[in-house]
């Protein structure tokens, strides 16, 4: 026998049993997101190679350990997209949505990162991300956090904490950086070699550590909130002040700085203590100087990301998982007439019948047997077909969930009566 080949490694198979808690968790941001007026925009799953160099950073462990890239045949080095926003962004330009435009966009689908799978953090994962585009205020970050506590609250989540900070401008960033550069420098030798490593080309991921053995030294590090411009501190103040008109809850964290080099002023993550190490559930902030970085003109950006595996964790561990949707009716069939008028019979019914969910029995079998099949597909009712049905151009109709009588109609009425019965609590008639 050969032998099995199994999904690659941290690359998940999501089962029937499973699809409905997706199906809930997507239309839910679906129906907040479009709420809020934004429009979905699809994009590519392989990008080059550069547009994710460029935008998120060559020195950082996305590029330089997890990304998978690869040459194809014409010699073009390739990735399968580790996140959303450069694509987004990319998108914008190329096809000239963003100069002196305002955008609110957002998309859904999978990212793929090669790192060391664990609970909330897989090799190829799902997102839904949501970008703005020509809104410089404060006013556009608030929105994006009143969007995403208004989509746990639709969810049921009260568990998830808000953590805010802000990276100020680029010139204060540079003046900060040779101050947290000399701070490390004089405690070098408690540092490990991950640190040692960033020291020079991205001293600011260090704060981002999870490194517990030098928790303290990153605690006692200068912060960058005492070195910002009047500008940037202007704009981290109202965004505290409309999150506190707005009633939402959130704590500065000066450590808070990203994963991703694009990012400027505000940052903000939710997280919870429910996940482990993997804590963060949505995070994003503003990125204005993206669009110029990738060949654009300059505008001003925010948005975020959701991960939809820790979402879905987390739902879970509050209210279980959804049981699977099941059909309403279920068709069974007696003999090869009954089988060949069943057929035509369920077409009928789907036109007549809007959003009529109907298993049909196929590969024939007794009575009895369908009947199970039946009671298993978790179906309310069954429809019989049989000799003597067809004979009187009637149906058979037997409740599968409760005791009520089974009776026959003609099949001219079983359209109606389905119409009434699936839309009666008790279903029946």
């Known amino acids: 026998m050969p032998k099995r080949i199994q999904s690659i490694r ?17 239309a839910t941001m679906r129906n907040v997101v479009t709420g809020y007026g934004y429009q979905e925009i699809r994009l590519p799953v392989v990008e080059f190679t550069e547009l994710f160099a460029r935008s998120i950073g060559e020195v950082t462990d996305i590029v330089e350990k997890e990304m998978y890239s690869f040459e194809d045949r014409n010699g073009d080095s390739l990735a399968l997209r580790p996140e959303g926003t450069a694509g987004c962004v990319r998108a914008g330009i190329e096809h000239g949505l963003l100069h002196n435009q305002q955008q609110r966009l957002w998309y859904s689908g999978p990212m ?5 799978p664990q609970r909330g953090r897989y090799r ?50 540079k003046v900060y ?48 909130l005492d070195a910002l411009d009047p500008e940037p501190a202007a704009h981290f103040a109202q965004l505290k002040v409309l999150l506190d ?3 939402i809850e959130y704590r500065v964290n000066p450590r808070l700085v990203r994963g991703l080099d694009y990012y400027t002023r505000t940052v903000f993550e939710w997280v919870s203590d429910e996940l482990g190490a993997q804590s963060a559930v949505c995070a994003g902030g503003r990125y ?10 300059p505008t001003p950006a925010a948005g975020f990301a ?48 809007s959003d009529l969910s109907m298993l ?67 279903g029946h008639q």
């Open 124 to 173: 190829q994962f799902y997102q839904v991300g949501v970008e703005t585009f020509g809104i410089e205020g404060a006013d556009i970050d608030a929105e994006l956090i009143l969007m995403s506590a208004r989509l746990w609250r639709r969810l049921g989540l009260s568990n998830l904490r808000l953590e805010i900070n802000t990276l100020g401008s680029i010139h204060a960033r």
């Open 245 to 247: 008109h707005a009633g």
């Open 306 to 353: 959701i991960g939809l595996e820790r979402t879905l964790d987390l739902i879970e561990a509050h209210k279980g998982t959804p049981q699977p949707v099941a059909p309403q009716v279920y068709l069974a069939m007696i003999g090869q007439p009954a089988a060949c008028a069943g057929q035509a019979l369920a077409e009928r019914l789907r036109d007549e019948v």
């Open 10 to 26: 941290g690359m998940h198979d999501i089962l029937p049993a499973q699809t409905p808690a997706w199906q809930q968790l997507e």
């Open 360 to 426: 049909v029995n196929c590969a024939g079998g007794s009575l009895k047997a369908q009947l199970k099949r039946a009671d298993r597909s978790g179906a309310e009712i069954a429809l019989i077909l049989g000799e003597d049905e067809l004979a009187k151009d009637a149906i058979t109709i037997k409740y599968l969930r409760k005791e009520w009588d089974q009776k026959t109609i003609v099949q001219a009425a079983l359209a109606p009566f389905l119409k009434t019965a699936l839309a009666t609590p008790d």
């Open 288 to 297: 204005d100087g993206l669009v110029e970085q990738l060949g654009g003109r």
């Open 112 to 116: 793929f990162r090669h790192e060391r």
């Open 177 to 224: 950086r040779e101050r947290l550069i000399d701070y490390l420098l004089a405690h070098e030798d408690q540092l490990d070699e991950d640190t040692k490593r960033r020291l020079h080309s991205n001293p600011m991921r260090v704060l981002d550590s999870k490194n517990p053995e030098i928790q303290a030294i990153i605690a006692r590090a200068p912060s960058l």
